[in-house]
Structure formats: structure tokens, C-alpha cells
DNA sequence: ATTTTTGTCGAACGTTCGTTCTAATAATAG
DNA sequence: CTATTATTAGAACGAACGTTCGACAAAAAT
């Protein structure tokens, strides 16, 4: 598996990466990380076998290493372009926004938005947080670093416009943490859609961090 | 494998159950349960095969199976255990407090306190959430809506108290995810310890609910 | 001292795992 | 219509999986 494997044929890839710039290999690759997702979603990476994949995107077992060389390679790719989408997604919002509080708030709808139009795929990248290994680890970690640092600095603009002191650290993984928590309870059925997920969210976040920044000391309140 | 297998000697369990409650039997296997929540913290419950469990606990792979039958009864054990404590000692700590507020930061410094402590456990507790199926599923599910209902009713105290308006259900599942996310990022080394998490962490949601819940309709604030 | 119980182990069971070989088909081009 | 290339599948690989068996040692009871 590792060193210099002698067979240099595979690995063709893209065809000619000439005109149409989506190729069929591109779309059925695309067809089969949908499936892919739905598989990891419901029993987990390490739960889910080749043999599960290749039954649910209807093609045979070696047909999929036609596709992507590993497992791991097929995890990796749904990880990227899941993180890489809301990433860009966000970037394009944050262009009309110039109010540090609303700009937050545009982080929580983005974020939100995404995970529940994309729940599947959000949680195989939430979930698999750290089954890959080596390259395909760092990479996306890489991003994940990168997207933490853009909420950490949205936070960091909302300090210094209000005169704010805590820890952003602490305040963004909270953050992090009451979005993302959502894969294990949200059930479309039952619970509002994402909009009213991230005015609520956004509520309980943004006065909580303004309020608790106000009083450097504590105060007993009332 | 199924049916009515010939042989009932196995299954023994509690030697006599008589005086001194805790047998050897007993503290081997709680030995083993705590080898076992390294090895599922580090690689998962699927990723953890049987040998990497024995090998941990320095005992034969067929060794193990004199402490339990199953792989899987072994999650559940230590998925009880974890989570019936957690719940004990917070009904122990809720008899001295009165006052709603302070009761929901009670149940926040118990949680993260547990959670820090038995990080593993914890991890073990949260991540592995839905791979016990049937009977183990369902009485860890039960412990974790009684959980949920304890702090539904700690909020709604709370928003009684104080006239607030709010849903408790987002609220209280935005705690958790704050809280639960812990295992994902916290490291005893650089981040503070549970004392300091619960303040702040208390701050933000306490101040959120609060000053989010008393404004009927939307204010524009300044 | 010997029987019974309790604890432990090496070896193997059958199954499933991720991956690869080989060869046959479908699509495209000349 | 042939030559070429892209795509699929059957069968098999060795390795690892969870679990079980039967024998055996240590400890406790008689």
C-alpha cells in the first residue's frame, strides 16, 4: 500500500479537463458521495462497509474503486466539500454585512442554514471529526482552523465596538458547540426551521456574551 | 447464535450477593471498564476491536468474556454507569439550592465538572450516542430524557420566576451542545477548569435566556 | 486432601472487512 | 466497423473481526 507502487495507469482522473469542465466521472463521483453520505450518516465511518456503499449507490464493490482509491479517500472527499462549500457560502455573505453584531448573526444563519439544508453531510463531518488520518487529516483540519479563526475574529470586531471583555475563545467554542450539537435533536417535523433556529441562537448568544462583557467585576444584578 | 442455546452455566454474575457487596468479580470488571473507555475514547466503539480491548486490560481475549458477553453489553455498562452517576450527584447537589438561577448554575458546574474529570467516559458517553441498539438503547435513552427533563424544569423555574418567554426546549439543548462540544476541544493544559468554565458558560446562557426571553417582541436595542 | 468453584488462556470458529485481479461490457472515435 | 478508452462486475485475496470451545490453573469450600 505505501511506497512506490510499480502500476502507474490508474489514476487517470480527469478526463481531459477540457471544455465542459464537469465531466460524467465528476457527476457520477458526485452521485456516488450523496449516497456515500447517506450511508456514513446513518451507521458512522468505521460502521459502514464498502460492501454498505456500493449497495446503496447501486454499484458494484470494485466498480467503486474505479472512483476514489480508499475508503478513508471517500470520506475525505465528502469532508472537503462539505467544509469548503460553507466556507465559501459565508465568505460571499460577510461581503454585505458591516455591523459586527449582525455580521455574527450572519455567521449563526450561515452555519445554520447549511447544517439543516445539509444535515447528513454535516454531521459525517462533525461526527468523523478526527477518524482521518495524516494528509487527508491536516488538510481538513486546516479549514476547520480557518473557519474558526474568521468567528473568532467577528467576535473579537464586536469586543472592540463595544468595549467587551471575555474570553473569545471560550464564547466561540460555546458557539460552536450549541450549533453543531444540533445533528443529535433536530428533527425538521418538530423543530423550527433555520432561520428561526438562528434568531433564537443568535439571541441567547450575542446577549449573552454583551451582557456577561459588561460587568468586569461580577455584579450581584438586581 | 440466536435461539435457545443448550448451555445455562455461564451467566453467573453476582457470586452471592451477600455481604460484601463489592466482589472481586465486581472490582476486575470495573477495572476493565476503565481500560475499555481509553481504548473507545481513542478509537471509537466500532474502531476498538475486542483485542485492542484485551490488550489494554492485559487479559486474554477470551479472558473477557468471563466479565461480560458482549462487546456491546460492555458500551452499555460503561455508558450506565456514567451517565447514573452524573444524574445522582446532581440530585445530591440540587437538595441544598433554591433559588432558580442558581440551580441551573448548579447543574452546570455538575455537568462540566463530571464531564472534565471523566473526560473519556464522557466522550464515550456523548459520541457513542446511538450505536446501542434495542434494550441497551433504550435504558441509556431513558436516563437521558430524565436528564433533559430535570433541566427542562430547572429553565422553566427559572422563566416562571422571572416572567420570562422563551422555548425551553432550544434553550436547554443550546446548553447542552455548549457543554457536551466540550470533549471535542478542551484540553486541561490551556483551557480553564471546570469552576471557570461553569461561570462563564453560565454567564452566557444565564444572561442570553435572560435578557433574550424579556423582550416580547423585537427591540431594536439602542 | 480432594472436590467444586472461579478465573484464565491458546486456539480456532465462521464471517466480514478493505482492496485488488482479471476480464468482460458500454461508450466514443477514426 | 474497428480500435480505443471508459466503466462495470465476479471472484478472490489475506487480514481482522466478534465470539466460542475445551482445557487448565488458582482459590475456596468441604
Request: hydrophobic content about 40%.
Amino acid at each position: 500500500m505505501a511506497s512506490a507502487s510499480p502500476a502507474p495507469p490508474r489514476v487517470s482522473r480527469r478526463r481531459r479537463a477540457a471544455l465542459p469542465s464537469e465531466t460524467r466521472f465528476d457527476r457520477r463521483l458526485a452521485k456516488i458521495l450523496t449516497y456515500a453520505t447517506d450511508v456514513f450518516y446513518e451507521k458512522g465511518y468505521e460502521g459502514a462497509s464498502m460492501r454498505d456503499l456500493s449497495r446503496a449507490s447501486g454499484m458494484s464493490l470494485a466498480g467503486m474503486y474505479y472512483y476514489f482509491e480508499s475508503k478513508e479517500k471517500l470520506l475525505y472527499l465528502i469532508q472537503k466539500h462539505t467544509f469548503t462549500t460553507i466556507v465559501e457560502r459565508l465568505r460571499e455573505r460577510l461581503k454585505d454585512v458591516t455591523d459586527p453584531e449582525q455580521r455574527i448573526r450572519v455567521f449563526i444563519l450561515n452555519h445554520l442554514e447549511y447544517f439543516l439544508a445539509n444535515q447528513k453531510a454535516m454531521k459525517v463531518l462533525s461526527h468523523e471529526d478526527d477518524v482521518l488520518k495524516n494528509g487527508f487529516g491536516t488538510e481538513i483540519a486546516a479549514i476547520k482552523r480557518e473557519y474558526y479563526r474568521i468567528c473568532i475574529e467577528l467576535l473579537d470586531n464586536l469586543k472592540r465596538a463595544k468595549g467587551l471583555e471575555f474570553s473569545s475563545r471560550i464564547a466561540v467554542l460555546s458557539l460552536f458547540g450549541m450549533m453543531n450539537w444540533i445533528y443529535t435533536w433536530h428533527h425538521p417535523r418538530v423543530d423550527a426551521d433555520a432561520g428561526e433556529m438562528a434568531e433564537q441562537m443568535g439571541n441567547i448568544f450575542l446577549q449573552g456574551v454583551c451582557a456577561s462583557g459588561k460587568a468586569q467585576k461580577k455584579r450581584s444584578a438586581n
